[in-house]
């Protein structure tokens, strides 16, 4: 017998609200009704294991079908099925209330799109692709009637008894003209690989299972091998190099979560993909955007995540205040930080040997999170430019004899570029000084932590000043011009180079130095670079003009020479020197080479 009803529910119309809604988002019908059929299955399996389902279980199993001509996509599952009275409970009941109370919670809401997303609107969700949604159903239960519910999404529902041959469900969607798309295989077969690559009950489409249902993050590290963990890589990113390690997560107390990160091979330092760990709530894809579950600075690593705790349907700002949400960052942190730790302390080469491919995250992390800082300076590493890697202690320690300053700073050294600041690691190795390569994008930031956090540790590049000035030791240099010498060659130089921009002093450098070095003192410098990476507030820097301070060597002959040279000679070498001074920095281009190279070959001539 047929039977009509009425779903009470208080929202009159809340169809075209959700359909509104979820706009951009109709395809999680799909994942809706999938994993509805996936739980019926579970369901059934555990009321088995507890003995108060006696037949047989079968072959559990979900069928996802869709008949072009019919415009129909149905779902089948063979699990516990539901009578008539479970579907006006269920159905009517739960899942239309879940709708309404979702509509009166969030209909107001600015933010409402971004809610959403994440939201698991469950059964009624299908409405939003169907005109017409039909339940046929057989419950589990021996001595029941199958029964078959047909609603258009109104308040009105049918509901007669009916046919199945066998225990289970099929929902079956009758095509809303606006949504044809979705009666295209193709595009069926992208949603199911998008949400149901991972769910633990085989889903058939087209004749194939279109899942692996139990994914390496579901079980024990004890039964996995390297090649499964690479393997598993290669499935969720089909063209990736292999990973360099991996992290297996796995805490049930005080949140449930599991999941594997991998830490990828980057081709470049700019290659920062993130969005590419996927959160999964009971091996359901849920979204690729982890910014809010994840610490910043792990959003550059791969892989899963798996949580059913956290909270999916509510806001963003909501879900930063969550405290489950903030048990899991620092729990991921932590993972990882003693993931890093253990491979340093067991595998010192092999850690080293890919630290040029981590210490991105590495940096990162202990730029932003202080836990992890505490964790990671014993080792994080730096690199001189022999390719010799130290820890932060063992680095200071090693260069403790030679560059104490008078004030007892120790001061690191560095280069961001050994080309180009060949001239100046030169003069510093000349010293027996030992120099850094930090030369990525972060380690300008990186550099200014240290400072921060190391007592009595200065870090200057090696061109911030001459070399006797980058560690200032008690000793007086002697000059061998007079003061008025002095006086005079600075004029002379200030004439030759005529730029304001461009700070002459004259000092006592060794004879063996330059005659002249130009130099970008180490705070202008840094506050350039931090500005051109966004950091700070320092923006107004990047407008401001390069001022350099340009060091005369008091003691090179060749200023001694311009002092006793003709009056019109001079500025010409005094111009030459600056110019050599210039091209050994790669600073001279332009109309300024030219000018140089003819100036050159002027002097040649005149020898
Ligand atoms: N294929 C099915 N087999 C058996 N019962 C089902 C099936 N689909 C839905 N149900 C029943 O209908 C109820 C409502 O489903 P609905 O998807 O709206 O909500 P839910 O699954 O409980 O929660 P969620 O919002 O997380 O999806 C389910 O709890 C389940 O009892």
Known sequence: MAEKGNISIHTENIFPIIKKFLYSDHEIFLRELVSNAVDASQKLKRLSAIGEYKGELGDLKVKVAVDKEARTITVSDNGIGMTAEEIKKYINQIAFSGATEFVEKYKDKPDANQIIGHFGLGFYSSFMVADTV???????????????????????????????????????LNIAADSEEFLEEARIQTILNKYCKFLPVPVEFKGEIINNPTPIWTKSPSELTDEDYKNFYKELYPFSEDPLFWIHLNVDYPFNLTGILYFPKLKNEFEFQKNKIQLYSRQVFITDEVKDVVPEFLMLLHGVIDSPDIPLNVSRSFLQADSNVKKINTYITKKVADKLAEIFKKERENFQDKWNDINIFVKYGMLSDDKFYEKAKDFALLQNIEGKYFTIDEYKDFIQANQKDKNDNLVILYTTDEDKQHAFVESAKDRSYDVLKLDTMIDSHFIGMLEQKLEKVTLKRVDAETVDKLIEKDETKESVLSEDEKTQLKEIYEKAINNTNMHVTIEPLSPQDQPVVITLPEFMRRMKDMSKTGGGGMMFMGNMPDTYNVSVNANHPINNRILSAQDDSKEKIAKQAFDLALLSQNMLTGPALTAFVKRSVELIEKD
């Open 134 to 172: 039909e339940i046929i159903s057989q419950s589990y239960q021996e001595n029941t009637t199958a029964a078959h519910w047909v609603c258009d999404g109104s308040t009105e529902f049918t509901i007669s008894d009916t046919e199945r041959a066998e225990r289970g469900t099929d929902v079956i």
